[in-house]
């Protein structure tokens, strides 16, 4: 459902990945102005997004504007103008032991990976994303440290991955999830055969939720923009969730509207109805 009477949103918050970014993966001309309009007119601009706090930097530079950011799928919370995280929110080293456990039983071949945080988006001391040798990437990730499966989930971590090569990611969670009794949150960005997990109750619209409180900002007061079912709680929880044309099924139930797809700039286009 559209509405254009909308009040001017106090807080805009947007997933990157098939969202604010195209599929070349650049913040377009178009894109870039809004949020730079919105930016200058001193409402607040949030990233919420499952990418790491290292993997920030690319669409600072498309913005030419270092946002608050939600990571992580909402355990994180990144200042990236100071290269400084604010919040985050682990699963200890034995809920992960009990997850690797309990998905291998389920999900036999499965590999398993998990994403770890320190001071900065680029702390040397912590080996970021470490992964079992039977993970296999759903993306390209140069940051990989493989190390033996008991060091995957030797240390906290703010979340655990699962990756089945050649099964549904809708699949792998509908399997899992009610196996968990509430150990973790389980979602998932892609449909290729990867799951994530966060700690209990962790969510983007948590994270974004963290953020509202630091800024003062009411829920309803938010616009977010979303494609995926990790983006579904934040579509919910905001005053305004829309999702891209692109989106997946559940994104786009969960949404009040349905702009265009991310890469004919849908979150420009909702943007410019008050800063275009």
């Known amino acids: 459902m559209t509405r254009l009477h909308l009040s001017k949103p106090k807080m805009v918050a947007t997933d990157v990945d098939g969202t604010l970014i195209d599929e070349q993966e ?20 949030v990233l919420a997004t499952g990418r790491p706090p ?7 530079e498309g913005l030419g504007h270092a946002p608050l950011s939600v990571c992580g799928n909402g355990a994180v919370i990144y200042d990236s103008a100071a290269d400084r995280i604010l919040h985050s929110t682990t699963l200890d080293a034995e809920s992960l032991a009990w997850i690797a456990d309990l998905a291998e039983r389920i999900l036999p071949g499965c590999g398993l990976a998990a994403e770890r945080v320190g001071a900065s988006a680029h702390d040397a001391a912590t080996p970021q994303f470490v ?25 906290p971590a703010i979340k655990m991955l699962i990756r089945l090569r050649g099964a549904s990611s809708a699949d792998m969670r509908a ?4 196996q968990l009794r509430g150990r973790a949150d389980i979602t998932y960005s892609t449909n290729n055969g990867l799951i994530e997990l966060s700690a209990p109750g962790i969510t983007k619209a948590a994270g974004l939720a963290v953020v509202a409180e630091r800024l003062g900002v009411q829920d309803t007061a938010i616009v977010a923009f979303g494609d995926m079912p ?13 999702a891209m044309a692109n989106a997946h099924a559940e994104a786009r139930a969960a949404a009040d509207e349905i702009t265009a797809s991310n890469s004919a700039d849908g979150v420009a286009q909702v943007l410019e109805r008050w800063w275009g």
């Not at 290292?54 to 600072?60: D, F, L, S």
């Not at 990790?230 to 829309?242: C, I, Q, S, T, W």
């Open 230 to 242: 990790n983006d579904v709680p934040m579509l919910r929880m905001a005053g305004h969730g829309v």
């Open 26 to 45: 650049r913040v377009t001309p178009r894109t870039r102005a809004a949020v730079a309009a919105l930016v200058a007119d001193g409402v607040p601009f």
């Open 54 to 60: 290292r993997w920030i930097a690319p669409v600072v």
């Open 131 to 155: 992964s079992s040798p039977e993970y296999e990437h759903a993306w390209l990730n140069p940051d990989d440290t493989q190390v033996a499966r008991g060091e995957v989930f030797a240390a």
């Open 175 to 178: 399997a899992l999830e009610p």
